[in-house]
């Protein structure tokens, strides 16, 4: 049998860094080399040999834990939330320096959750309307979802191709926050409820009929393949790729 990959798990205390401490213990390539939490030093990682990280953190930390890993050639899975552009844009400045480096940042992992978002960006030329409701656990720091906003964003770019106008909003009066967040012209509501763990809706509405895509996530266990995927195809991907469907042939 090849060697099995060194992983190193970050917030691996967490909610969905104990679940993939789990998953790769499990897994019969992998190995878990190291398996820090808040307090834990980075230069465990070095100490460890993880040449695979698995960050599932916090939105404030993420981006230094991942500047660490690439700068000591180590390949990172990123769960964790709040890769706006501007850190998207440095991380890949950092990986032109490390060309051998890979990193997927994943907005989800849950394949039924990207093949969801997949398929609202397919269908949202066809209607006139769209906006999106994310229901996660009340425990969750930021809203929107990262999800909803990758969502947002595919389903905007697919309406700008095909030249598709904005969705009709007569709104004059509003409290603020009424209509949501406005993430790249798409309207996203987010519901924080205790019980729930993630779910999204895509609601496309045109003349006489409207078009439900949802998904949900009952269990964390939901997300495990796709960080194991992860952690398997991202050596194979250099650079930074963004969205699990990067790693997946959608369009065949
Ligand atoms: N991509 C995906 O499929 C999913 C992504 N997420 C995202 O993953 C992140 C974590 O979510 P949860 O596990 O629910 O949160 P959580 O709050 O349960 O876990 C975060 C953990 O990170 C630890 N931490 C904070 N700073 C750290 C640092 N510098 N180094 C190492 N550990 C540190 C905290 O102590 C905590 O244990 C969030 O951004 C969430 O949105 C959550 C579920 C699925
Ligand atoms: O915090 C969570 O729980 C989740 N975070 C990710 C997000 O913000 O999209 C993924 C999933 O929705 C669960």
Redesign the pocket.
Known sequence: MSKKLPVAV????????SEAVKAVEAAPDLELVAA???T?SLQTLVSAGAQYVVD???????E??VRFAVEHGMHAVV????WDAGRLQRLEELLAEHPETGVLI?????LGSVLASAFAAKAAPYFESVEIVELHHP????AP??TAARTAELIAAARSDAGTGPSPDATTTELPGARGADVSGVRVHSVRLRGLV?HQEVLLGGPGEQLTIRHDSYD?AS?MP?VLLGLREVAAHPGLTVGLDGYLNLNA
């Not at 994943?106 to 849950?110: D, K, Q, T």
Request: proline share 5%; aromatic share 4%; glycine share 22%.
């Open positions: 970050l917030g691996a205390t967490g909610r969905m860094g820090l939490g808040r834990g599932l953190t916090v939105p404030d930390s993420t230094a834990n769960g964790t939330t709040g994943a907005p989800n992992f849950a425990d969750k720091v930021d979802s990262g993630a964390r997300f796709g």
